[in-house]
């Protein structure tokens, strides 16, 4: 047996070995808490605000409120849009023990459809169950009144109020006022490429049309916001801050609400427009377009059967008439009377013999008079008040198309007016170059004669021919119509009172028209006046017995061509291709108050004498509260001689 081997351990190797083993795991331990230690350092310090941020984006969440739409009342203080809480009935899921259930029950309470009830479920599967989803957006008030009685039976149903838009007056003042409707992609994606999108976040509405779309910045205010503690369900725990929205600014118009009625009432059963302007200012006392419509079905979402209905409507009530374009007819013979006399080419004395027909040298084609027999010797006060087509031919044909269209436009036609809405037209105001780039055909001189009366190309809105009337009462002193007179928004001062600061707008009037003689206003407007208070002239029995001082000017637009040989008789043509009766005046003659002008589509029988006519008599009867006279006119039948002007036309 071989002897055992006895291994003598080195001591200090051994203890080398295990101080070096020590060495290195206290550096990785300390090496490791030097990184521990320095991230700390780094999110507790360095990037202490940046995960504050995030953190405080997972508590704490910032939820917008809707400013209060501003208000708009007319000249008098009269409201024309509200804002008018709507009720709808909303369900929290989660507090509901049988959802299915209670939804029918209260589904038979209220008479809600089964549509509107698969459009809910339809809703709260995409929505978390603590969310309110709306079961009914428009409560009656008798269903609010019904639920509220029974609202202990229904835990987690409840009604909610918002304010939405409406107009008190409904068709009255929708083409002035537009209407506010949901904003859809198109409005989103405009918001957003002007930078005021995040000013909306809470907003469903927009303006449309109208004030309600050219001052919606004014009216829109500034969004608040509401700072909520949230947890990690998206849950609302508490609210822990709250700025409250800027409401919109309120404004008041330049329209008078009670002449508004009064031209509603006088269009009644009539196409056509009315506007009113204060030629002292340019505000726009009266505008209606009939017929109309009610802006307020537009301001929940319109139906697509309402919307057909309102665009397949043979009256097409969609379109402002007030600033799309008619032709003139004789309403604008004084304007071209002003041109002729600026002009030198007639003299107030200057006559001419009117036989009832104008024809140019060379060509076979007469122009008629609307008098078959002629007026005889007609200088030019005679010619604007027995509005003598002879004189006017023979006045467009020694004037030419560029001399009649230069001076035209200095009077604004052919322009946009410049009010504060955006549907307006330019209308047209035809030239040798307007009608070589329209159809790249030369100017005929028959087409200059037609101008000369009205006809042809031209065409004017009736807010053009107000502006223009208010330039030459005013002795070339252009004025800008407009709708607003002033803005008030809610100041709030730091002890708490608070007021309305009204700031009223002033509008700047353009370069004024000025003539070589002034004389020739006087001359013009004597004319005009005329043609209202002298017995026989064509607007003479509109406005017999009124208690003020009138001026004007009949017009009977031919719509359809009429051949040569060929005699106009309105009972055999049809509706669309009848006449069309224009009418403007101002009173009082001295200093004009008031202008208007009138257009109606397609009357039966007459000329703007008849028709137009009676109706400016009835806006001038209200504004100086002549309201008997009114009531007569209204009742009373008048009857002018049918007689022929352009290629046919009715007595003025």
């Known amino acids: 047996m071989s002897p055992r081997r006895v291994v003598i351990r080195n001591q200090s190797a051994e203890a080398n070995l295990f101080a070096r083993r020590t060495f290195i795991a206290f550096a990785v331990v300390v090496l490791v808490l030097l990184i521990l230690f320095g991230n700390v350092f780094n999110l507790q310090v360095e990037s202490f605000e940046k995960y504050q941020t995030r953190s405080n984006s997972n508590r704490i969440k910032l939820l917008p409120v809707a400013p209060n739409r501003g208000l708009i009342y007319d000249r008098n203080g009269v409201l024309l849009a509200d804002n008018k809480p709507v009720y709808s ?25 089964p549509e509107r009830q698969t459009k809910f479920f339809k809703s709260m599967k995409s929505k978390r169950r603590f969310k309110p989803v709306e079961l009914h957006s428009r409560l009656s008030d008798q269903q609010v009144a019904l639920f509220s009685v029974n609202q202990h039976k229904f835990p987690g149903i409840f009604v909610n109020a918002r304010l939405k838009r409406y107009y008190p007056f409904s068709d009255l003042t929708t083409h002035n006022l537009g209407y506010v409707a949901r904003i859809n992609r198109k409005d989103a994606n405009k918001l957003e490429q002007d930078g005021k999108s995040e000013n909306y976040a809470a907003t469903y509405g927009i303006g449309r049309l109208g004030i309600e779309r050219y001052y919606e910045d004014m009216l829109h205010g500034t969004i608040g916001h509401q700072e909520v503690e949230i947890n990690n369900q998206g849950r609302i725990i508490r609210t822990l801050n709250y700025t409250p929205p800027v409401p919109g600014k ?61 665009l397949e409507s043979k009256d097409l009530p969609l379109i402002n008439r007030s600033v799309q374009g008619y032709p003139p007819a004789s309403t604008v013979k004084p304007f071209l009377a002003l041109t002729g006399l600026e002009e030198n080419v007639v003299t107030p004395t200057t006559e001419i013999n009117d036989p009832g027909w104008y024809k140019l040298d060379g060509l076979p084609n007469k122009y008629r008079d609307w008098k078959p027999w002629g007026h005889g010797m007609v200088n030019l006060t005679k010619a604007i008040e027995q509005s003598c087509n002879i004189y006017f031919y023979d006045l467009a044909f020694k004037l030419g198309i560029t001399k009649i269209s230069n001076m035209m436009e200095r009077f604004g036609f052919g322009d946009y007016t ?59 002193e252009r004025k800008v119509p407009h709708l607003l007179k002033a803005n008030s928004e809610l100041i709030i001062e730091s002890s708490g009172n608070a007021y309305h600061q009204i700031t009223p707008t002033i509008y700047e009037p353009r370069a004024p028209l000025k003539l070589k003689n002034d004389k020739n206003w006087d001359v013009v407007l004597e004319a005009m006046h005329n043609t209202v208070q002298k017995f026989g002239a064509t607007a ?15 017009g009977s637009a031919q719509v359809a061509r009429i ?30 108050e008031i202008v208007i002008a009138v257009a109606i589509e397609n009357v039966a029988k007459g000329g703007g004498g008849t028709n137009a006519g009676p109706v400016a008599r009835q806006v001038m009867d209200q504004y100086f509260g002549d309201r008997v006279i009114t009531s007569q006119m209204h009742n009373t039948k008048t009857k002018v001689k049918s007689a022929t002007t352009t290629k046919h036309h009715e007595a003025d």
């Open 89 to 113: 009935l909303e369900v929290i899921a989660e507090d509901v023990d049988d959802i299915k259930a209670n939804i029918e029950q209260v589904s038979r309470l209220l008479d809600i459809s």
């Open 250 to 310: 309120d404004l008041t118009l330049t329209l008078d609400i009670e002449l508004q009625m009064i031209a509603k009432r006088a269009l009644s059963g009539k196409r056509g427009a009315i506007v009113a302007m204060d030629p002292r200012t340019g505000g726009i006392l009266a505008m209606y377009s009939n017929p109309s419509y009610d802006g307020n079905l537009f301001v929940h979402g319109i139906s697509s059967k309402n919307y057909k209905k309102l």
């Open 418 to 476: 410049g009010i504060d809405i955006h549907e307006e037209s330019k209308a047209i105001m035809p030239s040798v170059a307007w009608k070589r780039e329209r159809y790249n055909k030369p100017w005929y001189t028959g087409e200059t004669l037609s101008v000369g009366i009205g006809q042809s190309y031209w065409t004017v809105t009736p807010l053009q021919l107000t502006q223009a009337l208010t330039t030459l009462v005013n002795h070339g």
């Open 540 to 554: 003479y029995k509109p406005f017999k017995g009124s208690t003020y001082d009138a001026s004007g000017k009949t």
């Open 563 to 592: 051949k040569q040989n060929e005699k106009y008789d309105a009972k055999t043509t049809s509706e669309n291709q009848r006449d069309n009766a224009m009418f403007i005046a101002f009173a009082p003659f001295d200093k004009p």
